[in-house]
């Protein structure tokens, strides 16, 4: 059996974390057994679907590496087909025409719930025979005729057996007044249609799925394997949401956040593989299928992701990071530099994220007089001996011929050897100097890649300090 799977977003928003987690599980799984994945944008809400979230859901597939084969299927484009469906059951007499008005059914329902039973419309056409009226068809509904004895059985792969009693389960609609698909309908056509194999999804859906078991029976269809996997829970171990932070892919790519890293780190909240942790994303497809999917939710931890963000970003070159990272400097305002692939190598392991790679190099973009002093490390470092050392410093460096690492740090050594100094002495009030604050890279890296001209000249501007 061929392996397919989808992912079916709605364009209301754009694609968030739990959302994208449910496409990498998806997509691991297929590309696993080198199947077919497919990408289902459900669009049926034309008040809240925009082709902004759409195109912005796409763009954060591509972004995390997520390729689909064939083209998006849209489900406001299938009207037609979803209506064939609906006819069929009809015919067979697995559903009829209902004309009870919304205000109707919500009676009833109430009255269910007067009598401690559950609230749902109690069938009262199922047996009417009602047909569309050609003067007033907008009034009338199709239901399903469902089972109103037994158990529904879902053979979920992530929770087992669960078993639901039809008395609980409602006629549900199937096509609303206006010929529109209800969402149940809709979904399970689409997944006939395209030969899904499994369905692996959210655990809000669960209860979804027993009355759409019940369209596939009505329609004689085999089910495919369903897969719940529990939502993802913020530190405080409560529903992931805005509070938390980010919840959106698009936010973390912002944030310089690599896409293998993020799918890593998703994968992992509700996927293990032993101990491991860090998983490039060829290794997750090969591993995928022999890992285990968990049924208890998982709890987002951003200091995780940032961990492994910086283990992916170790594996990058430093021309691949210097790359990455124009972007950030660009929003930060500051020109890219010729020697950025060098920048890159001297911070990279001071930088969690790109956006953090970018910042952490703004002190070596800027001129001598743009330099941000900390006032307390200004102040922990200035006196007259200190300026004295930088002041010949200032005249040893300028004579240099060669301003290369190796030149600085001889002239550097031996300048305090030759004064009977400490480096403690000197060190400190230099590195304030280069970089405005008391801890950073090499110094004498630092000055080879600032260059001759704005080393004098920050060591001018700190003995004018």
């Known amino acids: 059996m061929k392996v397919i799977t989808r992912f079916a977003p709605s364009p209301t ?3 968030h974390l739990g959302g994208a987690r449910t496409a990498i599980f ?18 049926t809400d034309t008040l809240r679907s925009r082709q902004e979230y759409t195109d912005s859901i796409l763009a954060s597939m591509n972004w995390l590496g997520l390729d689909w084969d064939d083209e998006p299927v849209y489900q406001s484009q299938r009207f037609d087909l979803y209506n064939q469906y609906v006819d069929r ?18 009676k009833m329902r109430e009255e269910a719930r007067a009598k401690g039973e559950k609230p749902k419309y109690n069938g009262c056409c199922r047996e009417r025979g009602l047909r569309p009226s050609p003067g007033n068809p907008e009034k009338m509904v199709v239901r399903l005729r469902a089972p109103q004895t037994g158990v529904t059985v879902l053979n979920d792969m992530v929770k087992g057996e669960v078993v639901f009693n039809n ?3 409602d006629d549900m609609v199937l096509r609303r007044p206006d010929g529109a698909p209800t969402y149940n309908m809709a979904v399970v056509v689409d997944d006939i249609e395209m030969g899904m194999t499994h369905v692996i ?18 329609l004689g269809a085999d089910l495919p394997v369903f897969g719940h996997v529990p939502m993802i829970l913020g530190p405080d171990k409560q529903k992931l949401s805005k509070r938390h932070g980010a919840t959106a892919v698009i936010d973390y790519e912002k944030e310089g956040l690599l896409p293998e890293a993020l799918v890593n780190y998703l994968t992992l909240l509700g996927w293990s593989h032993g101990n491991d942790e860090f998983f490039t994303l060829e290794q997750l497809v090969k591993e995928f299928a022999n890992g285990k999917l968990n049924p208890s939710p998982s709890a987002f931890d951003p200091e995780k992701l940032a961990w492994l963000n910086h283990e992916h970003m170790k594996t990058r070159t430093a021309q691949d990071l210097a790359d990455l990272t124009v972007p950030f400097i660009k929003d930060l305002g500051l020109p890219v530099p010729g020697n950025l692939t060098a920048l890159v190598e001297m911070l990279r392991e001071r930088a ?8 952490a190099m703004t002190f070596m973009l800027v001129n001598a007089d743009e330099l941000e002093y900390d006032p307390k490390a200004l102040e922990k470092v200035l006196s007259p001996e200190s300026r004295q050392y930088i002041s010949a410093l200032q005249s040893r460096f300028s004579e240099l011929s060669s301003f290369d690492e190796s030149s600085l740090h001889e002239e550097l050594h031996g300048y305090v050897e030759a004064n009977g100094l400490k480096f403690k002495q000197v060190g400190p009030p230099l590195r304030v100097a280069l970089v405005g604050a ?5 110094l004498c890296r630092i000055m080879s890649l600032l260059g001759k001209e704005q080393t004098l000249a920050r060591l001018t501007r700190f003995q004018q300090s």
């Open 13 to 15: 928003g754009h694609l």
């Open 201 to 218: 999804r959210g655990d809000d859906h669960v209860s979804n799925t027993p009355k759409q078991i019940l369209i596939y029976q009505a």
């Open 352 to 359: 969690p994220t790109l956006k953090d790679l970018a910042a």
């Open 438 to 442: 008391l801890t950073g890279p090499d």
């Open 26 to 43: 998806n997509w691991l799984f297929t590309r696993h057994y080198q199947g077919k994945f497919y990408l289902r944008i459900e669009d």
């Open 89 to 106: 059951l009809l015919e067979s007499g697995h559903a009829y025409w209902c004309s009870c008005s919304p205000e109707e059914v919500e």
């Open 167 to 169: 008395s609980e389960l």
